[in-house]
């Protein structure tokens, strides 16, 4: 049974571009999370996804930032005109009803 | 809001002593979880162990204990026995029960000396 996979593990951006990042979650798994973790710090919650639904959004920034989960396919972090400041690692976990699975991370770099 | 605090930024100890990890928390609830997760260099998070707050034995799991002190609002973690391959970065973490967010604290750095 398959972790939770993460692609890309390492994006570089320059200001301005987009990034995407995506999320297979496990098998099974119907609920999905997205955290970012800047450097030295915590893992902070940025929105919880289920198929088709954004079910909290209440980490995410108002602007640039943006999260789908459809009905087939992976989820998908999508960040417009990057800055320095979004340098950092998102990770994905993923649930049925109980624990959270996480992914390895994709590391994002902006230059 | 709920809140982790992890008052260590970094702790050492030498291979196969015993170590300590701290963890504070703030809640208004009475149901909920606390998990303690562990970061190596590769950056997976994997999970340690987790603790119902509902139950007042202390998780173990090996050579991990847990003192989960719910008056304190306390939740140490103790690594007994400490080898090489436990130097990471230890994160503690908080859930509401019924809840689906984790808040984590800002993690405490272990280093084992050989």
């Known amino acids: 049974n398959a972790g939770v996979m993460q692609n890309p593990r390492h994006l570089v951006r320059r200001r301005g571009q987009e990034a995407r990042l995506r999320c297979s979650p496990m098998k099974g798994h119907s609920h999905v999370y997205w955290y970012r973790q800047l450097p030295e710090e915590g893992l902070k919650f940025m929105v919880y996804?289920?198929?088709?639904?954004?079910?909290?959004e209440s980490g995410m920034p108002k602007e640039r930032f943006s999260a789908e989960f459809p009905k087939e396919g992976p989820s998908i972090l999508r960040i417009q005109q990057v800055v320095r400041g979004d340098s950092a690692a998102y990770f994905c976990?993923?649930?049925?009803?109980?624990?959270?699975?996480f992914g390895e991370g994709s590391r994002l770099t902006v230059l | 809001a709920q809140t982790v605090t992890q008052s260590q930024p970094e702790m050492s100890v030498q291979e196969a002593e015993t170590v300590t990890l701290s963890c504070t928390y703030d809640t208004s609830e009475s149901d909920y979880y606390l998990f303690w997760y562990k970061q190596p260099p590769s950056r997976q998070m994997i999970l340690v162990i987790r603790q119902e707050a509902y139950k007042q034995q202390n998780a173990t799991e090996n050579r991990f204990s847990v003192n989960f002190q719910k008056a304190a609002k306390s939740f140490s973690l103790k690594i007994s026995d400490s080898q090489l391959g436990d130097a990471a970065m230890y994160f503690c973490?908080?859930?509401?029960?019924?809840?689906?967010?984790?808040?984590f604290g800002a993690g405490t750095i272990l280093r084992v000396k050989s």
């Open positions: 973490a908080y859930r509401r029960a019924g809840g689906n967010k984790l808040v």
């Open positions: 976990a993923s649930s049925n009803t109980g624990e959270l699975f």
């Open positions: 996804l289920q198929k088709e639904n954004i079910i909290d």
